[in-house]
């Protein structure tokens, strides 16, 4: 299972990028339970921004984020999008993502990261 993360870049404060988390190579038997989005700005610890638990349909947000952040799942394409409004100059931060795998067959779950995205709030 690999992570592809895309979106970001370079934004004005005020802006609303969004950010696309796609998983691939899912096998037989697999399927995802649920997927979050993190960020990590250069000297700060890593924090979990938002999750959507797929088994159970819901999703949940930092209090740092929340109101402003919005996450949405593709069950098509496996995707996971961060809608991101009114940015900061304190949203600056490297945002990547994980997926949780069921994997039936082997009656496990497991984790997989994906490389992250940078994103860039400056005027």
């Known amino acids: 299972v690999q992570l592809q993360a895309s979106g970001g870049g370079l934004v004005h404060p005020g802006g609303s990028p969004k950010l696309s988390c796609t998983a691939s190579?899912?096998?037989?038997?697999?399927?995802?339970?649920?997927m979050s989005w993190y960020r990590q700005a250069p000297g700060n610890e890593r924090e979990r921004i938002a999750t959507?638990?797929?088994?159970?349909?819901?999703?949940k947000y930092a209090d740092s984020v929340k109101g402003q952040f919005t996450i949405s799942f593709d069950n098509l394409r496996n995707t996971l999008d961060l809608q991101m409004n009114n940015l900061k100059v304190e949203d600056t931060a490297n945002y990547f993502c994980n997926v949780v795998i069921s994997d039936t067959v082997q009656s496990r779950t497991f984790v997989r990261w994906g490389q992250g995205t940078q994103v860039t709030v400056s005027s």
């Open positions: 959507f638990t797929r088994a159970i349909n819901t999703t």
């Open positions: 190579g899912i096998g037989s038997g697999q399927s995802i339970y649920g």
